[in-house]
């Protein structure tokens, strides 16, 4: 896959690739050529075989600010109406990229991920935080709605009750508070990060990963749907999973009693 952008890192690692968004000056604050970069890189990450998981961290001391201020200064300045929702589209390829996706995404999240950055890592199918994580749907705070899926994703994650307090009253959550609430799967001291991050990246990239596709396509859209639209299409995909080869590994390892050795097919 591509590995040179402007303002990504890529970095390859057997079956993990890790996408460092690397505009630490400003907390990796997402400028336009940021964010398509990210679309980009998603959907290379999603389309390419040999990677079987995905890491989305920051570089330096946060995750991620949001939305470059900058980029709308001048905006600001004109008395002309601003049109923001060609930008969003842009933030949308990135957020369906992710969930679309036939393997796992992770968030790694240290510092601050606040505005839209925050919602990139809701997006992701799991969240590891360190312990200095701060979670901020910013957006209130300067009198504007959660973008990037915000709306979508916090409701789904913690429920209408605390999604209505994240977004309305704007504060920080901790990393261990994210746990506490299902807003992240994971949190973690700062000095053990690096390595947990790793070894669940790791251990994604060593299992079923046709499975897992299935299991993402079954859990998102029952999250969309009824019980027995939900059933019909658990049939659907299990007739897919269970003619995997990681699936006949999977049985065969049980029963000669040793651990499986999935290829992802
Ligand atoms: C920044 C930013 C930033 C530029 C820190 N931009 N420079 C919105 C609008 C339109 C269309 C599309 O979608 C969106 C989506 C959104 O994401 S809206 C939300 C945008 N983000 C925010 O409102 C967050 C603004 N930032 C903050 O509130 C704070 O910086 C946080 C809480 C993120 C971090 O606070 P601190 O840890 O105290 O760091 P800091 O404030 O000192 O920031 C460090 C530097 O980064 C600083 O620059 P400087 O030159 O003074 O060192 C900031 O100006 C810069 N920076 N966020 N979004």
Redesign the pocket.
């Known amino acids: 896959m591509r590995t040179t952008y402007q303002h990504l890192l890529i970095d390859q690692d057997g079956g993990v690739v890790t996408i460092t968004m690397n505009r630490p000056?400003?907390?990796n604050?997402?400028n336009a050529t940021m964010i398509t970069e990210l679309g980009a890189a998603a959907e290379d990450a999603a389309a390419d075989s040999a990677v079987r998981c995905i890491v989305l961290t920051g570089a330096g001391r946060?995750f991620g600010?949001?939305?470059?201020?900058?980029d709308?200064a001048a905006g600001y300045a004109s008395t002309e109406p601003i049109k923001?929702s060609d930008?969003?589209e842009q933030?949308h390829r990135i957020v369906r990229a992710i969930r679309a996706a036939p393997k796992p995404f992770i968030a790694a999240v240290q510092g601050?991920a606040?505005?839209?950055?925050c919602n990139l890592a809701l997006a992701c199918d799991l969240r590891i935080a360190a312990d200095n994580a701060?979670f901020?749907e910013?957006?209130a705070?300067?009198g504007?709605v959660p973008?990037?899926g915000g709306g979508f994703l916090l409701t789904r994650l913690v429920g209408l009750g605390k999604a209505l307090e994240l977004a309305l009253l704007a504060d920080?959550v901790s990393g261990p508070e994210a746990a506490r609430i299902g807003l992240v799967n994971f949190c973690v001291p700062l000095a053990e990060f690096p390595q947990a991050t790793h070894k669940l990246a790791q251990r994604l990239a060593n299992g079923p990963t046709t499975a897992y596709a299935l299991i993402k396509e079954l859990l998102y859209r029952a999250a969309e749907s009824d019980l027995n639209a939900s059933l019909a299409l658990e049939g659907q995909l299990q007739d897919t999973a269970i003619n995997t080869a990681d699936h006949r590994e999977g049985v065969t390892a049980f029963l000669a009693k040793r651990p499986p050795n999935y290829t992802g097919k």
């Open positions: 000056e400003v907390l604050a997402l946060a600010a949001g939305q470059d201020l900058n709308f923001v930008r969003l933030y601050v606040a505005g839209a950055s701060r901020l910013a957006f705070r300067i504007l973008d990037a920080e």
